[in-house]
């Protein structure tokens, strides 16, 4: 098996951030935008390419084995290296950043890096809307001082509620019932009152064949809680889930099957360049009753979002990528660790997004049936290396 990492090595070499500096400058003004006109204003950041679960749609036993070698504690990011990462990323138009992994809560010491960029502020003086997302195994103990580190809320994972079926998925024997005591923890802790519009949320992978049975009592669960349920349609992400168009169940399938038990009455986004498409649980005279709340679809497959994409992935050996299916990076790491001044990163940061051009959900259609390999020597970049 090829480390999937040696390859996106290889790929970051032709694409060094270090290039930028050379050429014209980009001074920050807030209003940077690609060649489609998108915006930057999300920042994911990965902190750990370790996770303590195994599912199937991510990092399969068979590729991430107990010889799989991951990525040495001097390769990351230090949380001072996010930070400064973070805040030039924020004078460009960042507002929100979401921590992800692997699994985030791994990262030892976690809170320190929250705290450091809890103190951020947007360009109008601002503070991030600063998220993270969990399986969840570790947050009943952690909750408490991820919120009084200055986290906001937090997204966990959650791909069925009957036991067997979630311990098939995670691949580690873990209990359900331990999930859902980090999410009352979370919830206890405050971790969804963060008064902008978004509170706790849960996003189920759908994968048919294996979990679709979970859908209804999944609604069942968290309708009337203030928890809102996603749906994720199973996604092409990497080149090791072994990824079947047979195996996805559309979002409108979804939808359609909770509309028969539940009716729903569409919502109209929150925020612009928001991924799931919002659903409200309707009442006898079909208006959304929000003391049951809603739920979302993610539809990464059968409807691209790309049009207002406005998110970038800085990977844990901080790479910049633009696209969730990108199939290289930019090495920002180089020119934090060799000296460069922030003018000249920020700089780098704006042309690297001005160049973006990434739409890879739109052209699937066009593409053959593995989309794993889009051109000799390139393969997209797994998700468990840059995050959800």
Not at 46 to 70: G, H, I, L, Q
Not at 172 to 182: I, N
Not at 355 to 366: A, H, M, P, V, W
Request: glycine fraction near 10%.
């Amino acid at each position: 098996m090829i480390d999937q990492r040696s390859l996106e090595r290889v790929a970051t070499l032709t694409a060094p951030a270090a290039a930028f500096t050379q050429t014209t400058r980009i001074n920050a003004n807030g209003l940077l935008a690609d060649r489609l006109g998108r915006p930057l204003h999300d920042l994911r950041i990965s902190v750990t390419d370790r996770c303590n679960f195994r599912c199937s749609y991510c990092m399969p036993k068979e590729v991430f084995d107990k010889d799989y070698a991951y990525l040495p504690h001097g390769s990351l990011l230090s949380f001072e290296e996010i930070t400064r990462v973070a805040r030039l990323f924020a004078v460009h138009g960042v507002r929100k950043i979401r921590l992800t992994g692997g699994e985030p809560l791994l990262r030892k010491n976690l809170e320190v890096l929250i705290e450091q960029l809890a103190a951020l502020r947007t360009v109008d003086g601002q503070p991030l809307d600063l998220t993270l997302t969990t399986n969840g195994s570790l947050l009943a103990r952690k909750a408490r001082a991820l919120k009084a580190a200055g986290l906001n809320r937090v997204t966990v994972s959650l791909d069925g509620l009957d036991d067997a079926v979630f311990r098939r998925m995670n691949d580690v024997d873990f209990p359900v019932a331990d999930v859902l005591a980090g999410i009352e923890a979370a919830r206890a802790a405050g971790l969804g009152q963060d008064g902008k519009g978004g509170g706790l949320k849960v996003n189920m992978v759908v994968k048919r064949g294996t979990n679709e049975q979970e859908i209804l009592p999944m609604v069942r669960h968290f309708k009337g809680t203030g928890i809102v349920l996603r749906f994720i349609e199973y996604m092409d992400v990497g080149a090791t889930n072994g990824w079947r168009m047979d195996e996805v169940l559309p979002s409108a399938e979804v939808v359609q099957l909770i509309h028969a038990e539940h009716p729903l009455i569409q919502l109209d986004p929150t925020v612009a360049g928001e991924t799931a498409e919002r659903w409200g649980f309707a009442d006898a005279a079909g208006r959304h009753d929000k003391t049951a709340g809603e739920i979302g679809v993610i539809s990464s497959v059968t409807q691209a979002f790309c049009h207002d994409c406005n998110r970038a992935r800085l990977s844990t050996e901080g790479k910049l990528y633009l696209c969730l299916f990108a199939t290289q990076g930019h090495d920002l790491r180089s020119l934090i660790r060799t000296g460069s001044s922030d003018a000249d990163i920020e700089s780098a940061i704006g042309h690297i997004w001005q160049g973006r051009r990434d739409r890879y959900s739109e052209l699937r259609s066009t593409m053959g049936p593995d989309t794993t390999t889009l051109a000799p020597g390139q393969r997209r970049v797994e998700m468990s290396y840059i995050g959800g």
